[in-house]
Each structure stands twice: as C-alpha cells, then as structure tokens.
C-alpha cells in the first residue's frame, strides 16, 4: 500500500513540474486564503496575549469589577457594540468604591479580605486645550493614587498623582506632544471644562493602546476622580480595580465584593466581579468575535482557491484523456487513475497552504515593525494551515479525480 501511494505521489508531482506556470498560479490562490487566514489568527492571538500577559504581570491577586449585561455571551458582546451609550450606563458609581474600601479599612495583610487598594476608573472624552492647542477628543481617566501602584504605571518624569496637591495632572506622552508640543510638560497647564490643571508628571511611553484596563495610557491625561467629579455632574464608574495581599483570598474577597454590592443595590447584579484569566473577558470575546467573522471573509477567497483548483484539475482531465485510455489499457484500474488525480489536487493545495502559512507570518513580523503586536506563532495556526488545504484539496479534487477514473479507455484511446 505504501508503494502504491508513493508511485501516485510521484506520479502527480511529475505530471505537475510538466505545467510549472499553471501549478504555481493555482497554488497562489490558495496561498492568499491561507495567509489571510494566518495573518488574522496571529494578529488576533497577539492581542490576547498581550492582555493575559499584562494579567500574569499584575499577578493573581487583582480583581476587577466592571458593569455587566452578561458579557460571557456573544449576543451580549454584540450588543455592547450596538450600544453606543455603553459608557454612559454604567451600574458603578463612588459609593461602590467606598463599600469595596470599607471591606478591610486599614488595608490589613491578615485579614479575611485582605484589600491593600481600590482604584475606580472613569472614563471620558473631553475638549483639551493649552494655551492655543486645541485637542478636541481627549481621554481623561478619573482615579486615585494608588491606580500608579497598582497596575504598575511607569513615570517618566514627575510624580503621580497625589492627595492634596490641587487640579493635578498626569499625561501619556503621544497626547502631550499634541497638547504642548513637547514631551517634558511638567508646571504647564491643560484646561477641562474650563478648570485649569497643572501638569506634575509624564508617564513613561507604554504604546500598549490594549489593555484589560480599556485605556490608552500614551493618549490619556489622568486626573483625581474627585476632581472629575466636580467636573461631571452624572460621574460613572466603568471599572474597579481591586488589589489583594494575597492569591488565596482571591475568590472569597471576589464574592465578598459580589455579595455587599448586590446589596447595596437592591439585588440588581448588572454588574461583573472577575479575576485571573476572566479579567479579559469581554476583550477576549469581542476580539473572538472579530477574528472569527474576519476568518470568514478570509475563509471565501481561501474556497474561490478550491474553485480555482478543481477548474485546473478538469482541464487537466481534458488535456490527458488520451494519458488516460493508454494506462487503462495496460491495467490501471478506476482506483488508480482516480488516486493520480486526487493526489495532483491535494499537492497544489498543500504547497499552497505551505507557502500561505509562510507568506501569513511573514506579513505579520512585518506588521510587528510599526505596531506593538508581535506575531503570535501556535501550533493549532500551524496546524490548521496545514489541514485546511488538504481538506480543500479533497473536497475541490474529488470531481475531477472521479471524472478522469471513469473515463472509457477505449474513447480516451480514440481522441488525441
């Protein structure tokens, strides 16, 4: 049986060196659909990785508690698509940071719940100005001090926020370069909402716009969320960050949380308390959505390929009728004819899918040159690349082949 496929392998591979030209132009329509495909995946896988790296970075003792509408589902994240209100119905407001805070009050290391910080973060775009720049859609995350700690926020220069220093601000860099057209803003002041804030410190470039935060930190100016407060007359919570002592109270401090905020309203639980891998969820979800409806689209061109594949397997059948009737006539069986075939067909995909797999991720260490997502090598990519061609390979080659295999020889004898 060995022998038998490997004179068919061999077989095909000579019938197509013969047809150079027509093979390596087969092969390109399925090396497209495959490198879309790779590419997408890879991009896509990048991105979570970089979340779940940033949630191994922070350790397993964060919590998060973000508004819920059953985010799990992708029903729910399609919805949170549609909604272009989400941020602005949010269930999270300050009395709910304090009631996390008031869990354990002196930030004890031994106690049941052992909270050490609680940072909230508000969300909003506003009009920034500063002097005679203008940037009209400016992030400005409201928290507290201890967000720097916290998530391990870098300062460049300056400090962070502190309690007590008034209408005090904090700045990525990219957004202080288009605010003052510097990078080293420290004394300056920004105006929002017509209240001036003085500029102590620039956060180191972080050029992470991904993260389980939902904030990017190099076009963002951070301020006190009491200070923000005072700005925002319906402030809104979209997160709580929560830090633990340890990784074993983790789940107890989680339902803690879940139990007093149910309570304090009213038994509504829209709202979602997470940690470890669950913290980037919805990311994970949303970007699942995405890449899936993307693999579709890319997953079209790869079957217009197979279209592609069995048109040149049926001209092939035409040109070789004569082939055909010769080696019926010295004893080839249907079987062997059709496995000749078959085998033609399941090379042009396979190399293919080869060069596709190649040319995908070679785009994607190109992309990763001028973005922060490095292309993300996985075995089931890999292997997906490969078996996806054969698939095609069998399910496109399977006419022609049974075309060709019952040909009669004494007609394919006749025409030449």
Known sequence: MGALIRTHFNLART??????GRTILTCVGIAVGIASIVLILSLMGSIKRIIKDQINTAGGNLIVVRPSDDKDRFDGIIGELANVNHYHNSSLNLSDVEK??????????DSEFPITAVAPLSINTYTLTAGERVVKSGSVLGTSESFKDLVG????????????????????????LHLFGTTEPVGKTLTILGEKFIVVGILAEANLPINYNNVDFDNTVIININHLKNLESNLQIQQIDVRLANEESVERTANKIGE??????NGDTNFSVTYGDYITHPSSALFDVISGMMTIVAGISLIVGGIGVMNIMLVAVAERTHEIGIRKAVGASNLNIFLQFLFESLILCGLGGIIGLAFGYILAFLLSTVTPFGPYIDLVIIGASILVPIIVGTIFGMYPAIKASLRNPIDSLKSN
Request: charged residues 25%.
């Open 15 to 20: 019938s197509l060196k013969e047809r150079r």
């Open 260 to 265: 007093i905020l149910t309570e304090a309203k």
């Open 100 to 109: 996390i805070s008031a869990i354990n009050p002196k930030n004890a290391t």
């Open 153 to 176: 926020l870098n300062i460049k220069t300056g400090t962070f926020l502190r309690e007590g220093v008034v209408k005090s601000a904090v700045i990525g860099k990219t957004l202080s």
